[in-house]
């Protein structure tokens, strides 16, 4: 496998970051699949330019624990490049990629680059627009899996994040939350305080040397 290096950590996001836009492409493989994942910076898109350090952790994770994503119907949310969604996408699982409206020209662009000569295995994913709290409603609800890496900075989302993940998962989806654990901005406070409050949740893998959780949660039935 191969990724770039580790960057720093630019949060908050400012969209003055970047006085110029440029695009840089960065290959990874996964499972035995070859991504090409381009970022594009300085096109306003924030955080959601970059392929951060919780989406490689957390392909790498369906990589060592051999997941059989083929067939699953999944949903990937704060998609950004979509590294996380197009590899799931290549071992044959439905998927929808999700980001704010801005994101979406990279995600399909993204999911354009990665697409085979023979074509999907499944379906192309599909690229939506999804804001939190918002237009969550106009999605279904029976998902296998819902897929979020390094989404998790923001603590007035956090209500939003919450809702709009106990809506996707009613028919009892699996989510899988890849995050780097800032403390500066409360990452632990939505696994700790929030999640919990509507879903069992566990700590599946911890990277001391990066910071990173991986978290497995599933929506608590009413008693």
């Not at 990665?114 to 074509?119: A, I, Q, V, W």
């Given at each position: 496998?191969?990724?770039?290096?580790?960057?720093?950590?630019?949060?908050?996001?400012?969209?003055?970051?970047?006085?110029?836009?440029?695009?840089?492409?960065?290959?990874f493989?996964?499972?035995?699949?070859?991504?090409?994942?381009?970022?594009?910076?300085?096109?306003n898109?924030?955080v959601?330019?970059a392929v951060?350090?919780?989406?490689?952790?957390?392909?790498?994770?369906?990589?060592?624990?051999?997941?059989?994503l083929?067939g699953?119907?999944?949903?990937?949310?704060?998609?950004?490049?979509?590294?996380?969604?197009?590899?799931?996408?290549?071992?044959?699982?439905?998927?929808?990629?999700?980001?704010?409206p801005?994101?979406?020209?990279?995600?399909?662009?993204?999911v354009?680059?990665?697409?085979?000569?023979?074509?999907?295995?499944?379906?192309?994913?599909?690229?939506l627009?999804?804001?939190?709290?918002?237009?969550?409603?106009?999605?279904?609800?029976?998902w296998?899996?819902?897929?979020?890496?390094?989404i998790?900075?923001?603590?007035?989302t956090?209500?939003?994040?919450l809702?709009?993940?106990?809506?996707?998962?009613?028919?009892?989806?699996?989510?899988?939350l890849?995050?780097?654990?800032?403390?500066?901005?409360?990452?632990?406070?939505?696994?700790?305080?929030?999640?919990?409050?509507r879903?069992?949740?566990?700590?599946?893998?911890?990277?001391?040397?990066?910071?990173?959780n991986i978290?497995?949660?599933?929506?608590?039935?009413?008693?």
């Amino acid at each position: 496998m191969s990724c770039p290096a580790e960057e720093e950590d630019p949060f908050p996001a400012d969209d003055g970051l970047f006085s110029e836009s440029f695009s840089q492409e960065v290959v990874f493989t996964f499972m035995g699949e070859q991504l090409k994942i381009s970022q594009v910076f300085g096109a306003n898109l924030g955080v959601a330019a970059a392929v951060w350090e919780a989406a490689v952790h957390l392909c790498r994770f369906l990589e060592d624990q051999s997941v059989n994503l083929k067939g699953k119907r999944i949903i990937e949310l704060g998609a950004g490049t979509g590294l996380v969604g197009i590899l799931a996408a290549r071992l044959g699982a439905e998927v929808t990629l999700t980001d704010l409206p801005l994101a979406l020209p990279q995600l399909q662009a993204n999911v354009s680059a990665n697409t085979l000569s023979s074509g999907w295995p499944s379906a192309e994913p599909a690229v939506l627009p999804l804001s939190w709290g918002e237009d969550h409603l106009n999605f279904p609800s029976d998902w296998d899996l819902v897929l979020g890496a390094d989404i998790i900075y923001l603590s007035e989302t956090y209500p939003l994040l919450l809702k709009t993940l106990t809506h996707l998962c009613k028919s009892g989806a699996v989510v899988y939350l890849s995050s780097k654990m800032r403390r500066e901005h409360g990452t632990h406070i939505f696994f700790e305080e929030y999640l919990p409050s509507r879903f069992h949740v566990m700590l599946i893998h911890r990277d001391e040397k990066q910071n990173n959780n991986i978290y497995r949660a599933s929506l608590r039935t009413e008693e």
